[in-house]
């Protein structure tokens, strides 16, 4: 059974910084589209940064230039550095991981920018 699970979030003050990780089993992150999305209380699940299989990147406006995505296929892992958190940034972050028609999803992981 594939599984993504996610490990990194938490409590972090406004200007702050996480790195979240998520490691996969069952699949080989390197040949899928790999990354973040989120979804805060009431709003719709929205991206945040993805990385394809020709390791081009894309980033949701809101974190461009703050956070960066990384992916180490020896390490099977997809990681998200989060640098200058905001509290807008509160959300549970979820690991995606999506080929043709399979789109995998871990269990989420809470992240909570507050002073």
């Known amino acids: 059974q594939v599984q993504l699970v996610e490990s990194g979030g938490g409590l972090v003050q406004p200007g702050g910084s996480l790195r979240l990780s998520c490691i996969a089993s069952?699949?080989?992150?390197?040949?899928?589209?790999a990354g973040w999305y989120r979804q805060a209380p009431g709003k719709q699940r929205e991206l945040v940064a993805v990385?394809?299989?020709?390791?081009?990147?894309n980033y949701a406006a809101s974190v461009r230039g703050r956070f960066t995505i990384s992916r180490d296929n020896a390490e099977n892992t997809v990681y998200l550095q989060m640098n200058n958190l905001k509290p807008e940034d509160t959300a549970v972050y979820y690991c995606?991981?999506?080929?043709?028609?399979?789109?995998?999803w871990g269990q989420g992981t809470q992240v909570t920018v507050s002073s």
């Open positions: 990385v394809g299989t020709a390791d081009s990147i």
């Open positions: 069952k699949i080989l992150l390197r040949f899928y589209t």
């Open positions: 995606t991981a999506q080929l043709g028609g399979a789109n995998y």
